[in-house]
């Protein structure tokens, strides 16, 4: 028999804490409860049709069916640039400023193997997308942890960061608009960051899949408009969020053109790039009418009014969303997150995310997601009312 041992670097890894609530979950379906699901952070609308056609064109022409190249059509990229010029008055440049991604998940996994060396600080935010603790440990990281509190309006204190490890600290991960608090930093906040990163020679990988998921006609700065942005990190982006295409796996990074290409070299040596009907319909995305982009704003927006309502009207405690289709809400009393999300399922066949999933931070929060329609939002609550 064959001995299967792991290498070191996976059992490093956090530990899956959604086991237990999957079970319960996966009880509560066989039980055959209604179940109203707000625990994914997963658009529920299709990709616009538009773009559905953009990709039915490309895949019939013979020359997208082999490899792409695996810094992405240069039109695609212009197309970013483009929009990046258009939605933050930033310029890049498409050939060296601007690479493409199998998903924006792909590039953050990878990164800290281009720049983080066995023993290097890693700085990150918790609660967090656990991908940034998942890249850090496989490339021999040591994540440190940036709390985010809600006194500091659930940014990272820079502050309250460690001389010594400033000191060892590579790469910095920030997440605005944020996932799962659902905070927006404002470009004052950014300008700190270019700063302290200027002094402590940090790279700065920022993460922002929702700037387009706003509300109150309020749009988010990216991190690229703060001056010397791009002397100092990168910006993440995906077409997941923005144009309801999670399944397609696109989406793209911009930024320091060195950062790009230390990305690019792990990139040639792993991956082969995006299928280029899925490029060209993500430039169909990026160049067509914005207007579904303004129909998704609209639909998210009204169903977080009714879902804030509900929670507030039930004693919850809850920050009213200004981005982002996460809600982060406190539990009650007496509970635990874990415990409550448990409740939640349990006696009224709710799924939620116990907030201490995304890292110790997360602990007295859930986070619910408004993936649903207005109807499921009200029935949510209505059950929640019954149950607290
Ligand atoms: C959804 C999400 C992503 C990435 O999505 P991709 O589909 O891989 O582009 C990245 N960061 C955060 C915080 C997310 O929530």
Redesign the pocket.
Known sequence: MLKIQRAERLTKLPPYLFAEIDKMKAEAKARGVDIINLGI?DPDQPTPPHIIRALNRAAENPANHQYPSYEGLLEFRQAVAQWYQNRFRVHLDPEKEVLSLI????G?GHIPLAFVNPGDIVLVPDPG?PVYQAGTVLAGGIPYTMPLLEENGFLPDLERIPEDIRQRAKLMYL?SPN?PTSAVAPLEYFKKVVDFARRYNILVCH?A?YSEMYYDGNPPPSFMEAPGAKEVGVE?H?L??TFNM?GW?I?FVVGHPEILAGLGAVKTNLDSGIFQAIQYAGIEALTGSQECVAQMRKIYQERRDVLIDGLQQLGLKVNKPQATFYVWVSVPKGFTSTGFTAHLLKNAGIVTTPGNGFGRYGEGYIRMTITVGVDRLKEAVERMKSVL
């Open positions: 952070g998903g924006s998940k792909e953050i997308y997440n996932n993460d899949p993440f995906s997941s969020k999670t796996r989406g």
